[in-house]
């Protein structure tokens, strides 16, 4: 007894304490590990965020030019408006040439004027045909409008202030456009062009809008092929398939096939939709077929997953109860993995929806300047337009690019929001 | 080497007093079940059935008679097969994945096992409750009202009312919950939701319930309850179940059925078995010298 009290005996909790310590310290340490990577990636997504909002917020204004328009007989050819075809051969620019030689009167040169005429956009011409057509009884009158000012000038005004960009712009456009802007008659004004029109090869009057409904004619195939294939694929494979060499397959191709490049998808689509099939080229069935095969795999191993999340137990009571397999299927099964299954499809939406590289192998990448009505009519979509836009020359594309950008990533925000939306109001306890 | 050593002479040391558990367990492979595993007018009666896992046989050569609104309590070490021969009977072991049932198996003198037999309807007359509770993650009344609904027992909205309280009822669980019908099954404790698992067993009228293990995943107050329901279902039902309390199969049944390495060694009256026991294997398994 006494020797043993004597001996400086480490009791168990001494030696817990000591590792203690340790612990602590190795959890501290890979708690700061796990905050340094969140914050690295929400520090990337910033520095996106603002190099494509800063790039990007210009798009969503655009220069308009006040002028005095005179809707004249003489110089439209129009002498009654319900006439189609006076109508439709209407010299409209030929009005705004004359509004801007008004306004600058001192210009007489042919080259020069010329060169003024450049300041208004053909969107100008549209424009008042619009409001005649709107209203006749401004045939022969003289109004005073803002009219879409051209790209150049455009690029031009935003930078008056900053870091000049003159572009293809001449030092007399430059000097038309400085007095202007000192009478107060150019103005940002919100583009609603962006939002409203189709492609176009005049960036003043490019939209977005051909592309994302182009977009949800694709997703929208997408959706109604993929999602209902895919289910019913993984349904099988986990419920009523027997597991045998075969089935180990076919997952093993299932797994290999969301592993394969995308592109991969556009040269099959090529060779199997539209060389053999006949589908129209460029249009959004075919994209849709194409996306189809994409997001099939994703689609088929998130919902197996969420099908064998299902606690056995329930399966077995329903058996129990004496429901056949189709009914513990339909009553139990697809119910609670069905949270599981839609973040899954949802998920290979988004990723449809981003997808550019096999579109560009079907047509995709067309120029289409009409706003698609209808799955076959030729279209483009999001990617593939910002894809466009980031290669053409004009200097006003690159803020149209990165609106482009926003516009898409809104679309994604929008999904993943749903997605976790769909998951908290389906998700039940067990 | 000493501990063989040592082995060898425990083992001839009890050889002298009695046989030594392998030589008992050769001898059963070869032997009847002893006591009285047959009898006139049975509900369900099985005969020389067999069960493989794969290759594995997991139930030897079983005949066994379930009297009607009787209870029978399978006994045996873990692993011995009581499982497996409960789930032959609603053929639940179709589920089980390489599962394999020969023999004859009659429900009132049909076979369950005949291609003429419907498993729906099969599992509507005989009526399982598991081991662990699994509720439904529906509404308490879902639950209950899901036999019903399943196999068109309820025409009206009011019979159907009606089955789910009665069903409750005879569950010991109405008053508990009466009042939170529609509030989640998964939400209620344990004990609740095993009866509520019975409540959805009974809501179909079953002429037979399985229950494999009930009560082992409660309190002993819990399974008070569920043997006195148990007690009061016999009037109406017959019943077969496991359970690895003695006491409880001793408080339950009318009969035991002792099952020992897939092999039906005993099936006895309850008081029988539990006073006297015909073999030796039973004798050490409830005396607690293996199990
Ligand atoms: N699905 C299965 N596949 C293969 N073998 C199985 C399967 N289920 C059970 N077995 C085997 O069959 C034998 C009997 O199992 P069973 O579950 O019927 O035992 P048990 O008596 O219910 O045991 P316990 O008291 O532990 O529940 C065991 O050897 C077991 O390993
Ligand atoms: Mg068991």
Same mark, same amino acid.
């Given at each position: 007894?006494?020797?043993?009290?004597?001996?400086?005996?480490?009791?168990?909790?001494?030696?817990?304490?000591?590792?203690?310590?340790?612990?602590?310290?190795?959890?501290?340490?890979?708690?700061?590990?796990?905050?340094?990577?969140?914050?690295? @990636?929400?520090?990337?997504?910033?520095?996106?965020?603002?190099?494509?909002?800063?790039?990007?917020?210009?798009?969503?204004?655009?220069?308009?030019?006040?002028?005095?328009?005179?809707?004249?007989?003489?110089?439209? @050819?129009?002498?009654?408006?319900?006439?189609?075809?006076?109508?439709?051969?209407?010299?409209?620019?030929? &009005?705004?040439?004359?509004?801007?030689?008004?306004?600058?009167?001192?210009?007489?040169?042919?080259?020069?004027?010329?060169? !003024?005429?450049?300041?208004?956009?053909?969107?100008?011409?549209?424009?008042?045909?619009?409001?005649?057509?709107?209203?006749?009884? !401004?045939?022969?009158?003289?109004?005073?409008?803002?009219?879409?000012?051209?790209?150049?000038?455009?690029?031009?005004?935003?930078?008056?202030? @900053?870091?000049?960009?003159?572009?293809?712009?001449?030092?007399?456009?430059?000097?038309?456009?400085?007095?202007?802007?000192?009478?107060?008659?150019?103005?940002?004004?919100?583009?609603?062009?962006?939002?409203?029109?189709?492609?176009?090869?005049?960036?003043?009057?490019?939209?977005?809008?051909?592309?994302?409904? @182009?977009?949800?004619?694709?997703?929208?195939?997408?959706?109604?092929?993929?999602?209902?294939?895919?289910?019913?694929?993984?349904?099988?494979?986990?419920?009523?398939?027997?597991?045998?060499?075969?089935?180990?397959?076919?997952?093993?191709?299932?797994?290999?096939?969301?592993?394969?490049?995308?592109?991969?998808?556009?040269?099959?689509?090529?060779?199997?939709?539209?060389?053999?099939?006949?589908?129209?080229?460029?249009?959004?069935?075919?994209?849709?077929?194409?996306?189809?095969?994409?997001?099939?795999?994703?689609?088929?191993?998130?919902?197996?997953?969420?099908?064998?999340? &299902?606690?056995?137990?329930?399966?077995?009571?329903?058996?129990?109860?004496?429901?056949?397999?189709?009914?513990?299927? !339909?009553?139990?099964?697809?119910?609670?993995?069905?949270?599981?299954?839609?973040?899954?499809?949802?998920?290979?939406?988004?990723?449809?929806?981003?997808?550019?590289?096999?579109?560009?192998?079907?047509?995709?990448?067309?120029?289409?300047?009409?706003?698609?009505?209808?799955?076959?009519?030729?279209?483009?979509?999001?990617?593939?337009?910002?894809?466009?836009?980031?290669?053409?020359?004009?200097?006003?594309?690159?803020?149209?690019?990165?609106?482009?950008?926003? &516009?898409?990533?809104?679309?994604?925000?929008?999904?993943?929001?749903?997605?976790?939306?769909?998951?908290?109001?389906?998700?039940?306890?067990? | 080497?000493?501990?063989?050593?040592?082995?060898?002479?425990?083992?001839?040391?009890?050889?002298?007093?009695?046989?030594?558990?392998?030589?008992?367990?050769?001898?059963?492979?070869?032997?009847?079940?002893?006591?009285?595993?047959?009898?006139?007018?049975?509900?369900?009666?099985?005969?020389?059935?067999?069960?493989?896992?794969?290759?594995?046989?997991?139930?030897?050569?079983?005949?066994?008679?379930?009297?009607?609104?009787? /209870?029978?309590?399978?006994?045996?070490?873990?692993?011995?097969?009581?499982?497996?021969?409960?789930?032959?009977?609603?053929?639940?072991?179709?589920?089980?994945?390489?599962?394999?049932?020969?023999?004859?198996?009659?429900?009132?003198?049909?076979?369950?096992?005949?291609?003429?037999?419907?498993?729906?309807?099969?599992?509507?007359?005989?009526?399982? /409750?598991?081991?662990?509770?699994?509720?439904?993650?529906?509404?308490?009344?879902?639950?209950?009202?899901?036999?019903?609904? +399943?196999?068109?027992?309820?025409?009206?909205?009011?019979? +159907?009312?009606?089955?789910?309280?009665?069903? +409750?009822?005879?569950?010991?669980?109405?008053?508990?919950?009466?009042?939170?019908?529609?509030?989640?099954?998964?939400? +209620?404790?344990?004990?609740?939701?095993?009866?509520?698992?019975?409540?959805?067993?009974?809501?179909?009228?079953?002429? /037979?319930?399985?229950?494999?293990?009930?009560?082992?995943?409660?309190?002993?107050?819990?399974?008070?309850?569920?043997?006195?329901?148990?007690?009061?279902?016999?009037?109406?039902?017959?019943?077969?179940?496991?359970?690895?309390?003695?006491?409880?199969?001793?408080?339950?049944?009318?009969?035991?059925?002792?099952?020992?390495?897939?092999?039906?060694?005993?099936?006895?009256?309850?008081?029988?078995?539990?006073?006297?026991?015909?073999?030796?294997?039973?004798?050490?398994?409830?005396?607690?010298?293996?199990?």
């Amino acid at each position: 007894m006494t020797d043993q009290a004597k001996a400086p005996v480490e009791s168990t909790i001494d030696k817990v304490n000591k590792t203690l310590a340790r612990r602590y310290r190795a959890e501290k340490r890979f708690r700061l590990y796990g905050m340094l990577s969140i914050g690295f @990636g929400l520090l990337a997504l910033v520095v996106l965020f603002t190099d494509i909002i800063s790039k990007g917020k210009g798009a969503f204004l655009q220069s308009y030019i006040q002028l005095e328009v005179t809707y004249d007989s003489d110089v439209l @050819g129009v002498y009654d408006v319900n006439d189609e075809d006076q109508m439709a051969l209407a010299n409209f620019e030929g &009005v705004v040439k004359q509004a801007l030689r008004n306004r600058f009167p001192e210009v007489s040169s042919r080259k020069d004027k010329k060169e !003024l005429y450049q300041l208004a956009s053909l969107g100008a011409a549209f424009e008042l045909r619009k409001q005649l057509t709107a209203d006749p009884q !401004l045939l022969g009158k003289t109004e005073t409008l803002w009219l879409l000012a051209d790209d150049d000038i455009d690029t031009y005004y935003k930078t008056i202030g @900053g870091e000049e960009f003159i572009g293809a712009t001449s030092d007399k456009q430059r000097a038309w456009t400085k007095s202007l802007v000192d009478a107060d008659e150019i103005e940002l004004k919100f583009n609603i062009n962006f939002f409203t029109r189709g492609d176009s090869r005049e960036p003043e009057l490019a939209g977005i809008w051909g592309a994302a409904k @182009g977009s949800f004619f694709t997703l929208l195939i997408t959706l109604v092929l993929s999602f209902p294939i895919g289910v019913a694929a993984a349904i099988y494979l986990e419920e009523f398939a027997p597991k045998n060499k075969w089935t180990d397959l076919i997952e093993v191709n299932i797994n290999n096939l969301a592993a394969v490049p995308s592109i991969i998808f556009g040269l099959l689509g090529l060779a199997v939709f539209i060389n053999f099939f006949h589908t129209p080229r460029s249009t959004p069935i075919v994209a849709g077929l194409v996306l189809t095969l994409m997001t099939l795999p994703t689609i088929i191993i998130s919902s197996r997953a969420a099908i064998k999340a &299902v606690p056995p137990s329930i399966r077995q009571a329903a058996m129990g109860m004496g429901a056949s397999p189709m009914q513990v299927v !339909l009553h139990h099964v697809l119910p609670l993995a069905m949270p599981g299954m839609l973040t899954g499809s949802i998920i290979g939406m988004a990723q449809a929806l981003g997808e550019s590289a096999p579109l560009l192998m079907i047509g995709l990448v067309a120029f289409v300047v009409d706003v698609p009505g209808a799955i076959n009519d030729p279209a483009t979509v999001l990617p593939v337009q910002i894809y466009l836009w980031a290669d053409s020359p004009e200097r006003a594309f690159v803020e149209k690019t990165s609106a482009a950008i926003m &516009v898409l990533l809104a679309f994604l925000i929008a999904m993943n929001t749903l997605a976790v939306f769909l998951r908290k109001r389906l998700e039940r306890r067990w | 080497m000493t501990s063989i050593a040592t082995e060898q002479a425990g083992e001839m040391l009890i050889s002298k007093t009695e046989r030594t558990e392998s030589q008992v367990v050769r001898d059963i492979e070869h032997g009847e079940t002893v006591g009285e595993p047959l009898m006139e007018d049975a509900k369900m009666s099985v005969r020389n059935t067999d069960v493989f896992y794969g290759d594995k046989q997991a139930i030897f050569g079983v005949d066994l008679d379930i009297g009607k609104n009787q /209870v029978i309590a399978m006994i045996g070490p873990s692993g011995c097969g009581k499982s497996t021969f409960l789930r032959c009977l609603n053929r639940m072991n179709d589920t089980v994945e390489g599962c394999r049932v020969s023999g004859e198996l009659t429900l009132d003198g049909s076979d369950i096992y005949s291609k003429k037999m419907d498993v729906v309807a099969l599992r509507a007359r005989i009526g399982m /409750v598991f081991q662990k509770p699994n509720p439904f993650p529906k509404s308490i009344y879902d639950n209950v009202a899901y036999g019903p609904r +399943l196999h068109g027992l309820a025409s009206r909205r009011g019979e +159907l009312d009606e089955i789910v309280e009665n069903s +409750l009822r005879r569950a010991s669980l109405w008053d508990e919950v009466k009042d939170r019908l529609h509030s989640p099954g998964t939400g +209620l404790s344990g004990g609740q939701q095993q009866r509520l698992c019975i409540a959805r067993a009974i809501a179909v009228s079953p002429e /037979v319930i399985l229950m494999d293990e009930p009560c082992s995943a409660l309190d002993p107050i819990a399974t008070a309850r569920i043997e006195e329901l148990i007690a009061e279902l016999r009037e109406n039902y017959t019943i077969a179940i496991v359970t690895h309390s003695m006491q409880q199969a001793a408080r339950v049944s009318q009969r035991t059925a002792y099952f020992h390495l897939g092999h039906l060694v005993e099936v006895n009256d309850t008081e029988k078995v539990f006073t006297s026991p015909e073999h030796e294997l039973t004798e050490a398994y409830i005396t607690g010298r293996f199990g």
